[in-house]
């Protein structure tokens, strides 16, 4: 509601209005999976845009920060594999065949071991990180 970003569970429910059309309600809880705390039997929820939902990647970037699903990244070979063109880029973070993937310039798939990685932002607040680089 407030433009912030929030973390926990996702969780999809369905609000039955007066007119018996069902609408579906996305909210993040802050609460552990099987775990009912007293926060959450007060409501402790936050309505969001399924649009904008993104899973952790389980991974930090350099400086430590949490890499999720839509995350835009500036992603430099340290290792010095690539081709002089791709030695530095912006790629997005996606989910693909179970796996996080770095999607970069002409749809290639990066691994991550093989770069250092900053997060610039995200599709949703930062689309415009994306476009500078077509």
């Known amino acids: 509601n407030d433009g912030n970003w929030v973390q926990g569970s996702l969780v999809i429910t369905t ?6 059309t069902p609408i579906k309600h996305y909210h993040i809880e802050d609460m552990t999976i099987g775990v009912f705390p007293d926060a959450y039997q007060s409501g402790l929820s936050e309505t969001v845009d399924p649009n904008t939902v993104g899973q952790f990647a389980g991974l930090t970037d350099n400086n430590g920060k949490k890499i ?3 995350d835009i990244l500036y992603v430099h070979d340290r290792l010095l594999k690539c081709t002089a063109s791709f ?8 989910h693909k065949n179970g796996s996080f993937v770095i999607v970069g310039d002409l749809m290639t798939h990066y691994r ?5 990685i900053t997060v610039l932002g995200n ?12």
């Open 87 to 94: 030695h530095e880029f912006r790629g997005v973070v996606e």
């Open 15 to 20: 609000i039955e209005p007066a007119d018996d």
């Open 123 to 134: 599709i949703h607040d930062n689309p415009e990180l994306l476009e500078a680089t077509t």
């Open 68 to 70: 999720f699903e839509g």
């Open 112 to 116: 991550w071991i093989d770069y250092d």
